[in-house]
């Protein structure tokens, strides 16, 4: 019964789980659409790349980031089948405490509907300083977040499926 990790590689980015029996649903804001639409991207193209059939994934967008917690929510409990939804967003600091609060709703949030349905629910979300360092982190200098978003989902939907 006992299965125990073996060395350090276990844990390396390159192990991922093969995802052809997976579906997920990737729900991305609308809220500064070019860094989230590069974050879309990505997930999209490393979903499909590691496994996940073209037909199981659907993509939803929503008006911006607070509504990514509706979103996960409406998804998982209106199509069961999925197996994880993955949530692209970008919230960029701005002169009001808008920042915080979003951040910390969609954070919370995003976490309460992965517990409540025993499912992966991805915080895709990037929370920058400032529009710079989003684009690094969506396909620039600091890689794209919407693959690591991506692969995070494969390896917690097989996991949630073989433990
Ligand atoms: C209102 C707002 C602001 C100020 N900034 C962002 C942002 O940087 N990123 C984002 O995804 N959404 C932002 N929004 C919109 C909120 O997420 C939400 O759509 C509205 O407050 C309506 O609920």
Redesign the pocket.
């Known amino acids: 019964m006992a299965t125990q990790l073996k060395n350090l590689s276990d844990f390396s980015h390159t192990t991922v789980p093969d995802g052809k029996n997976y579906k997920f649903a990737i729900a991305v804001?609308?809220?500064?659409a070019a860094i989230?639409g590069s974050l879309y991207d990505g997930a999209l193209k490393t979903l499909l790349s590691n496994g996940v059939l073209e037909e199981n994934i659907i993509s939803v967008p929503?008006?911006?980031?607070?509504?990514?917690t509706g979103a996960a929510e409406i998804l998982l409990s209106k199509r069961p089948e999925l197996d994880g939804v993955i949530c692209l967003?970008?919230?960029?600091?701005?002169e009001?405490r808008?920042?915080d609060f979003?951040c910390q709703a969609?954070a919370s949030g995003l976490t309460d509907v992965s517990i409540k349905h025993s499912k992966p629910v991805i915080f895709g979300?990037l929370t920058t300083d400032d529009q710079q360092q989003a684009v690094d982190r969506s396909g620039g200098k600091h890689g794209n977040k919407g693959d690591e978003a991506a692969i995070t989902a494969i390896k917690m939907a097989h996991l949630n499926a073989t433990v």
């Open positions: 804001a609308e809220w500064n989230t929503v008006p911006g980031s607070f509504e990514l967003g970008c919230v960029i600091q701005g009001t808008h920042f979003i969609v979300v």
